[in-house]
């Protein structure tokens, strides 16, 4: 499965978009990219994934670039309790369903 | 539903003690998996299972073993307590909706923190 790397920390106003970018260019042409987040001291929660169209879901867009070698989370409307860590996750389809965590993004919504 | 328990919640070991990490899910997923979170880190898997009679190592199974004798459960096995083994640990589930089609997303449960003095 493919590297990714982020930004380790990223700050963002209450009420403003999140955009928060993943480099992935080792990507392959069947590796997917997920996105979790981390609530402190929480278990991992889903947000989306995508192939190479842009997706969008009722909390995040996700936006991949046409070489698809980046992409950048995007949440709308950010709240105080989009606060957490960010995980950008490259992965192919298996049968395993296997998922690599890194450093992930740490998001700070501030009021 | 209730989805994915995890019990004990809170958990303190001595060094060389064994205990059991217990993990359920009512969602009938055939997939399920067990990670490690060290303080300010990503999460790692230990183990996972791909159905009832299945199991794998995931990046760092050494000191731990795990069972899948039911599509339910997924326990998994601390022999030899060490600090090292301080960590948050979360079991996940996920299914497969479509043949050829990636897993979705992985549902986690809510953690077990150990501590190994």
């Known amino acids: 499965d493919a590297k990714t790397t982020q930004p380790p920390s990223m700050d963002c106003a209450e009420g403003r978009a999140a955009n928060l970018p993943c480099n992935h260019s080792?990507?392959?042409?069947?590796?997917?990219v997920y996105w979790y987040r981390q609530i402190h001291s929480q278990g991992p929660q889903y947000i989306i994934h995508g192939l190479k169209n842009n997706e969008t879901n009722e909390m995040a867009s996700l936006i991949i670039t046409e070489d698809r070698k980046s992409s950048t989370l995007i949440l709308p409307h950010a709240t105080l309790r989009d606060t957490a860590v960010y995980y950008c996750i490259v992965r192919a389809s298996s049968n395993t369903g296997k998922l690599i965590f890194g450093q992930g993004t740490t998001l700070q919504v501030k009021p | 539903n209730a989805g994915v328990t995890q019990t004990p919640k809170f958990r303190i070991l001595k060094i060389g003690q064994s205990m059991t990490l217990q993990c359920t899910q009512d969602?009938?997923?055939?997939?399920m998996y067990w990670y490690r979170q060290d303080p300010g880190m990503g999460l790692k898997l230990i183990y996972y299972s791909v159905g009832a009679g299945i199991t794998d190592k995931g990046e760092v199974p050494n000191g731990y073993n795990v069972s899948r004798s039911t599509t339910e459960d997924f326990p998994l096995r601390l022999e030899l307590a060490a600090p090292s083994q301080t960590s948050v640990y979360f079991c996940a589930t996920s299914t497969r909706d479509r043949s050829n089609s990636p897993y979705n997303e992985q549902f986690f449960g809510p953690g077990t923190r150990l501590t190994v003095l």
């Open positions: 969602m009938n997923h055939n997939y």
């Open positions: 080792t990507i392959s042409g069947n590796e997917y």
